[in-house]
């Protein structure tokens, strides 16, 4: 291609931006374009066809298990609407309702990501999912006080993401309410971890070790660094001489279970702080658990 639109420019030496932009329009329209992309077009299908074909059944799976998951939303509400008691941990139910649905539409994201071939894309959602997870064992353990300022530190992350300068007045305000790396911690609301928060200390505090290594799997994932420069999930020289341009339809059957996993752990943290029937309870939670366990058992070979 390169060689090609060398001989359509010709030599370079006397031509100025534009005329050599006048050069290539021809490749940013039809046939030209539709030709130079074909290699990239048949990439991402050939990734797509792999995945489809070896796992036939595993993206109708993942839809029912998505479809199960956000039903909860409807059982949940209905419980703790019926509480009497339910203002006790409404700030609670609110921020972790919340935290639960975006895991949801993360989880709804990452199937169209894998069924075409986006392996490393699905990977780095995957943080997102945790961190939502975490927090919301977190504030579950704590106090309404904590989910209330986690929700009202929404200002102060609105005004730095819009440049809007807060008064003399209102930092102090903050502040007292927050402490004084309000700003820049947005871990600030967490009251009951010591010392400089983080959400490090956030899954320390919970006792979390079964998935934080997948979490920085995630996180290596999507930096620049030794890490995933090496050992890159899509592209590696050792996949690229076993495998279809790289990529590796089980990378893709891995990356769903722990997705799975931790949204069955999501949706029976909130059956168990929020629905109060006990029938009710137990069959929710043998629902999503046994079909968590079971597409686990199916896919753990890989």
Known sequence: MITEILKEIGSTKNKDDKEIFNCLKTYLKGEKLDSINKDFWSYREENKTVIQQKYPNLFKQMAFFFTLLNDMN?????????????????????VCAKLYNKSLQTFADMLGLLENGSVMSAILLWRVIYENYAVSVYILKGTEEEAKLLNEHEIVQKNKLLGIKMSKEEKEKFAKKFGRDFESNEYCWAKNIRGKKSFLKIVRSIKEKK????????????????????????????????????????????????????????????????????????????????????????????
């Open 74 to 94: 409807g059982s949940i509400k209905q419980s703790y609407d019926a509480r009497k008691n339910k203002d006790e941990m409404k700030h609670r139910m609110n």
């Open 211 to 302: 998935y934080y290594k997948y979490y920085l799997l995630s996180a290596y994932t999507g930096r620049t660094n030794a890490f995933s420069v090496n050992n890159g999930i899509v592209y590696n020289e050792k996949a690229v001489n076993n495998k279809v341009n790289g990529f590796s339809p089980d990378d893709a059957a891995k990356s769903v279970n722990i997705f799975i996993v931790v949204m069955s752990e999501f949706a029976n943290l909130l059956i168990n702080n929020f629905i109060d029937d006990k029938k009710q309870k137990e069959l929710l939670e043998k629902l999503v658990l046994f079909y968590g366990k079971e597409i686990i058992r199916k896919w753990k070979k890989y």
